[in-house]
Structure formats: C-alpha cells, structure tokens
C-alpha cells in the first residue's frame, strides 16, 4: 500500500469485472503504468453470473449490422486464441420450425444464408464451418426436441468461456505481468482534482479500514452496475451512462438437453428465443430479463414465469422450482428507462468534454465478448 500511494499512475481503474480487467490488460500493452481497484472480488458480479457465451455475432448478420458481427469475430477470435485452456468452441443448435418461431429471421431461406455468410465473411479457421441440418439430424442431436412442424435446424459455432472468474483472473496475470497493478477489496471512494484536471482519487482499503490517496493522471470508471453512482460521486449523474434492468440465468440439476448449446423458442411469431449450454452435468438456461428493484434478484414469480417459458420451448422438461441449484443474476444496462430490453451500444463518457473533470473517463459496455474491443476504442479516444 506505501509503494502505490508513493507514485503516480498514468491510469487508474475503478471495477475489476471483464472490463476493467480488458482495459488494465491494454492499458499495459501499451506501456502504460496502470493501477486496478476492485471493491469486491474480481469479476465477482455480473461476469460471474453471465451466461458464459462468447457470440461471434451471427445474430447481427441476420439483421445485417456487419460491423457488429466482424467486431465479435473478431473478438471471439482473440479469445479462443488468447485462453484456449479457459475458452472453448461451443457448437449451437437452432430448431427451425413452420411455421417460424420467433420471428421472421427464424426462416430456414434466412438461416441458410446468414451460415453461408458467415463462413465467407469471418474467415475462421478455428471453428468449423456452420451448416443445415436435416430433420433427423437435429433429433440426433436434440432428442427432446418438439417435433410439431419441425423443419430441420441451423448448427454453428460459438464459444463458452465455463469459468469466467478464472478467465478475469488470466487476463489480470497477463495485465500484471506487463507491470499493471491490481488490488481488490480497496474502494475508490472519492476523485481528487486540481484546477479541473484528475490527479488521483481517495480510497479505502476494506480488509483494514485503511485510507489512502493515489495519485493518478487519469481516471477511467468501469464499475458495471455501480458505473452512474461513481460518476454521479465523482462529478455528475450520466442517465445514458447505466439505466438498470435486472438478467438472470438458471442452473438446473438436470442433465444437459444436448452436447451443443441449444438456441429454443416456444411456439409463437414474437416468442423469446432461450439458451441452453450443458454446464458439467447441469444445465444453464438464459436469459430472462426484468424491471431492475434496487440491488434485489429476481422474485420468486419471475423465476417461476421464466421456468414456465423453458417448459413451454421443451416440451417434456418439466423444469421445477427445487431443481433450480443456483439463480444467477446480475444487472445490465437497459434500452431505456425502465426497460427490460438489452441496450445495444456501450457507452464512452469523457467527463471533461462535457463540463467535469479533465482526465475522467466512465464506461459502461453490452458484452462479455466485446470488452476488450471496447477497452481498445477507450484507449484510442483518451
């Protein structure tokens, strides 16, 4: 503790999820000396109880938003080859239906391009090539699958990152291995400024009680859900910055539907397609989304409405109350106010260009996948 409040850092960092981590790693990539603060425990919140996916973005092809999806090529790219001990080719299933359910984008003529494409445009020799499964194909590989219109299924390749607290670990090893400083269970509590310009903040070490004050030239705020209370703390209230809605996950002591991810709707035009991921002998089902209620987890009406809607899109897997083993929950950033829809971009707030601080910087991103990404860009913008 003497030693770090005896210099100065170029960066300091608030939150030790996968973005702070993400930005520590390429802070230091470039020479910089980097100081990482986490109040808990690294990657102790929403990371941890994320849904493990990395996407590479086929979702976005669909809807031909092609910077998105090269940008989680890309990413998923850097992953695989970066951890190939933590993070793993995932195949996924999707049952095609008629007639289509969850929409239009669901229609085998739009799948068979949206692989074809992929393939073409991703230029990933590390996965294997997505293709069209035939009907029985898919009931090889789904043996529970509705059988009711089924008309086949898309099968492509992600990858799932099973442990992502020791995958935020890595990449903090790798961070300090270039010279970058990490510490968890120290708050940062409290900006320091002169003359409108960053020049540390003040914190306390939780374990002891103790307060320190590093100095730091710059400032960047990733602490996930907690993003707008530090902005708010250290200059002003960023709305756009955080507005909170509530994501959850089930772990299910039941064994996996299947050695691929599945990608499930129920019946109906509009119906939300779910996840299920074989997780050792479990089974991980995602996501559910709700109206955010403080720092509170999902209601026990929420969980039963979300295992109604996995029995719905399986039928015959009778998911009950008590084989749910472990809820995980988190908090994302939200469309809009009072949302339970996903907001789409990540959010770059330089404080300085907006009356604050010079020097502050607070971010709030949309992805596991895409963080590092986003670190990148944070850099680039600074």
């Known amino acids: 503790m003497d030693a770090l409040t005896d210099r100065a850092f170029d960066l300091l960092i608030v939150g030790g999820g996968i973005q702070g981590a993400t930005l520590a790693l390429e802070a230091a990539r470039r020479g910089l000396s980097v100081l990482l603060l986490e109040r808990g425990e690294f990657g102790g919140e929403t990371t941890a109880n994320s849904l493990r996916i990395l996407h590479g973005g086929l979702r976005y092809l669909q809807s031909l938003d092609l910077p998105r999806f090269r940008e989680s090529v890309d990413e998923r790219r850097w992953f ?58 898919v009931m090889d590989l789904f043996p529970g699958a509705d059988r009711r219109g089924l008309r086949g299924g898309a099968l492509w390749h992600d990858a799932v990152a099973p442990d992502p607290a020791r995958l935020i670990s890595s990449v ?44 730091a030239l710059a400032v960047v705020n990733c602490a996930g859900p907690w993003s707008r209370e530090i902005a708010r703390r250290f200059d002003r209230d960023i709305p756009r910055l955080f507005r909170p809605m509530l994501a959850f996950n089930l772990l299910l002591d039941r064994e996996p539907l299947s050695r691929a991810a599945l990608a499930v709707a129920a019946p109906g035009a509009v119906s939300q397609t779910w996840f299920f991921l074989p997780a050792g002998d479990r089974l991980l089902a995602g996501t559910a989304y709700a109206s955010a209620r403080g720092e509170e987890g999902p209601s026990e009406e929420e969980i039963a409405g979300f295992l109604a809607a996995l029995n719905a899109a399986v039928p015959g897997l009778n998911a009950r109350r008590d084989e749910v083993a472990r809820v995980l929950w988190g908090r ?18 330089h404080h300085g260009r907006h009356g604050g601080p010079e020097g502050l910087v607070s971010i709030s991103g949309v992805k596991l996948t895409t963080a590092r990404a986003l670190s990148e860009k944070a850099l680039a913008a600074s």
Do not use: N
């Open 332 to 349: 994302l950033p939200a469309a809009g106010e009072g949302s339970t829809v996903p907001a789409r971009r990540p959010v770059i707030h």
């Open 172 to 215: 903090l090893r790798w961070a300090r291995s270039l010279g970058a400083d990490v510490l968890d269970q120290v708050e940062a509590t409290d900006l320091l400024t002169a003359g409108g310009r960053v020049t540390g903040v003040r914190a306390v070490d939780r374990r002891s009680g103790r307060s320190l004050e590093i100095r």
């Open 80 to 137: 695989l080859s970066s951890f190939p001990d933590l993070v793993a080719p995932l195949p996924c299933l999707m049952p095609i239906y008629a007639p289509p359910r969850g929409g239009r984008l669901r229609r085998p003529a739009v799948l068979r391009l949206a692989l074809k494409t992929s393939d073409l445009l991703s230029r990933e020799d590390a996965l294997p090539k997505g293709r069209w499964l035939s009907q029985s194909e």
